[in-house]
Every structure is written in structure tokens, then in C-alpha cells.
């Protein structure tokens, strides 16, 4: 699985700053249960999204005017819309129209912005009683291609053991990769554990189907990038798709690159390769831009080259080498609270 | 990650191995308060300088956390995206640790 940590934290900072202000929320439209029983499902779910859109603009807005530190971080404790009533709505239009494409949409919904709640357990529970054990599989891959994958972990078990028993299907191999993007940032020790065990199956039984090009990717930042070389090795190798062997080879490079001193001339022949097979008028394609920048860095940051000089100001201002550390093992941290 | 770097720095206290990092938080006030807080001990450059480019943009840097693991002769030994886990860093570091007192 991929370890999040702070990497996460820089991407909400980013899209916390990123986002335009908007109009503030009002309360005024306070749920009305029987109303939304009645109301067309499709109609009310894009009422709460377009309500909660409203709410996140106000929290922006708020942000973004905060002067201080400390007032972004009591804007961000004291303001952030809550989810609850929100997801209560969704919950109350599933009920109703549990028949409704809508009703799906509402349960995923909940999940997608009210995890770690009662709301999703109920929604979780739905989802797993009406849509995956009700599902044939080519309904069920229906339903969650092109859904955000992330949020939905919690259904992925239920997922797994059903696509288990129909291997042969072909939708099987496009579910289990489903399943993996569900389950790559865990989040808890038993979908982590599905993530390995679903990679492992997928390239046990499908390592030539096109379906597998997702992984290429999420191996590349795996935590554990011995696992993850040697997947990335066998679909580089046999994988009979042009994309997924180059997107496979682009990924090698990637963990070799950081794997250790004696890897980089395979990390840099690999990133070289990329680079040759799109072609040298593809200067543009940013897959190139990246193979080259890779192969740039690896000259200057290599494992195995000296480290580059830096020169700075400690946080009290006072000027410091990283040199002045020589004769010392030195782990360098770009870091941050944020 | 910072708990389990305050007990690898308090661990390797007296051996030759220093934690170093590159801070890019933009408000001071908030940061002297948060160090303070973590009971970060360490030191860190500040990302951005007057006289040059950042650090993390001279050093490509595209996700937080990145390390570097840099051995006592100054030679990048590692590098890794995201935080490795625990384990994977401390034994990678007390590898290096124990080549550099070895090679005193």
C-alpha cells in the first residue's frame, strides 16, 4: 500500500488556497424528510450537493480571510462544514427510492464526504446488502467504473469475495483493479492486506490483460518497493500492451531510482528507454518531460553522487551548512506542519 | 512521522548521525509555537531563502515528506517518497550509523 502522511496534508493545504471563494451558506434550507421521500431522487441529490458546494465555498472564504496561523487553524476547527445533516438527506432519499440509480449515487456520496461516520456504516451496510450482493458483476462494474475509488474501501472486501467465485467473468480482472485502487491507502491493516493479496492474484492469474494498467502507477510508490519491483518487472516483461509495458517501465525506473547505488544504471537505461520509444518529437509529452527530468535529477541527486551543497538559515535565522555535518550519517527531511 | 523521529534523533544522541531537515511552513509565529509543541529538537533549514531558490525546488522536491539518507562521507545513500515505514528507516540508518563509527 501507498503511505499517505503529509503528502496529503500539502494537497489540502493546496486545494484549501487553490479553490475560489464563494457565496456564504445559509441555513434556511433546513432538510425536510417528507418532502425529500416525495421529491424526484435525482433532483434532491443534486440539492445537497449543490447546498454542501455552497457550505465549502463559505469555508473558504473563511479561510482564505484568516490573517494568522492561529486563525486558520481555529477557522479550520470551528468552521469546516460539517457532513452530518448532509449525508442525513442522502440517507433519507436512499431509503425512499431504494431502487433509484440516484439512491447509489446518494450512498456513495456519503462516503465519498461523510467517512468515519454512523451515516456511512448505514450507507456501507446498504451498499453492501443492495448493490454488491444484489450486483451481477457486469452491474456491479458498471456501477463503480469511473466512481472515485478511494472512499469506497470499506465495500472492497464484499467486492473481492464476490468477483473470487467468478474469475472467468471478464469483468473479474477490471473489478479486482477496481478493488486495489479502492484499497491502496488502506486504511485500516485488513484493507492494506487486501490491497497485496488482490495485486497478487490479479498478477497471478491476468498478468496480460489490459485491464492492469492502474497498477503500474500504484506500484510505483508502493512502501514496499521490493514487492512492488518485482510486479512491475513481470508486467514489463510480459505484459503484451505497448502502454502498460512502458507505463510498467516508467514506474521500474521510478523505485530503482531510489532503490539504491548500485541500481542506477538500470533506473537510468529504463527512463532512457521511455524517452526513445515515444520518440524524440514527443518533447512535449509530459511522460518525456518527466523520464528527462528523472534522468536530470539522477545526475546531480543520485544515490551514490555527493550531496549537493546546501546553504541556509536555521528557523532562529542563524546561517548553516548541510556540510558542516560531514563525518556525520545525515537523514535530510523536507518537512512541514502546515 | 515526527514522534518516531524524536525517538530515532533521541536514540542515536552521541553517535555520529544528525536528523537535518528542510521546514517550508510560511508562518513563523504558528511554527515556534508547533516546534515547541512536538518537542521538535532538530534543525532545519528554512525552505525558502532570500539570496537563492528554494530548497526543495533546487532539489526537486514534489511531495512531503521526501528524505534523503546521506552516509559520514557526504555520498545520497537513499531517498524516499512519502515516509518510509519505521522499521525500513531505522535499519537503514543504524546500517550507516555503524559504518561511520567503524570508519573513525
Known sequence: MIRLCSFVAVCLAAGLIALS?????????????????????????????????????????????????????????EKRPKADSFAERCLKLAEAHPDSPAAIKALFWVLANAGNSDASKKA????????????DLDQL??????????????????????????????????????????????????LSKLYNQTVDLLMDKFTDRKELLPLCSLLAMDEDPAWAEKHLRTLYAKNPNDDIRRSAKFSLASVLKNKDAASQPEAEKLFQSVIEELGKNAAKNPIVQQAQAELDDMKVRGLGRP?????????????FKLSDYKGKVVLLDFWGFW | MIPHERSLVNRLEGKPFALIGVNSDQDEEQLKKDLK??????????????????????????GWPTLYLID??????????????????????????????KDK
Open chain 2, 72 to 101: 559520514h562521507k557526504g555520498v545520497i545513500h537513499k531517498k524516499w517518497l512519502g515516509g518510509p515505514k519505521n522499521e525500513v528507516l531505522d535499519k537503514e540508518v543504524e546500517k550507516l550509523v555503524l559504518a561511520a563509527e
Open chain 1, 307 to 319: 550531496a549537493p551543497e546546501i546553504a541556509g538559515n536555521d528557523l532562529d535565522g542563524k546561517a
Open chain 1, 124 to 135: 456501507t451496510a446498504t451498499l453492501k446488502d443492495s448493490l454488491v450482493a444484489r450486483s
Open chain 1, 141 to 190: 462494474h458498471a456501477t463503480l467504473s469511473g466512481v472515485s475509488a478511494y472512499s469506497l474501501a470499506e465495500l472492497a472486501p464484499d467486492v473481492a469475495e464476490k468477483v473470487q467465485k467468478h474469475l472467468d467473468h471478464p469483468k473479474a480482472p477490471a473489478l479486482l483493479v477496481w478493488v486495489c485502487s479502492a484499497t491502496v491507502y488502506g486504511p485500516t491493516p485488513a
Open chain 2, 37 to 62: 509543541e512536538n518537542q521538535v529538537t532538530w534543525r532545519s533549514f528554512q525552505n525558502q531563502r532570500k539570496a537563492a531558490t528554494p530548497v526543495a525546488t533546487e532539489w526537486n522536491v514534489r
Open chain 1, 21 to 77: 471563494p464563494g457565496g456564504r451558506a445559509d441555513d434556511r434550507k433546513k432538510a425536510d424528510p417528507t418532502k425529500a421521500a416525495k421529491a424526484d431522487p435525482t433532483k434532491e441529490l443534486a440539492a445537497v450537493e449543490k447546498d454542501w458546494a455552497a457550505a465549502q465555498a463559505a469555508f473558504m472564504k473563511a479561510y482564505q480571510e484568516a490573517k494568522t496561523g492561529q486563525e486558520r487553524k481555529q477557522v479550520l476547527k
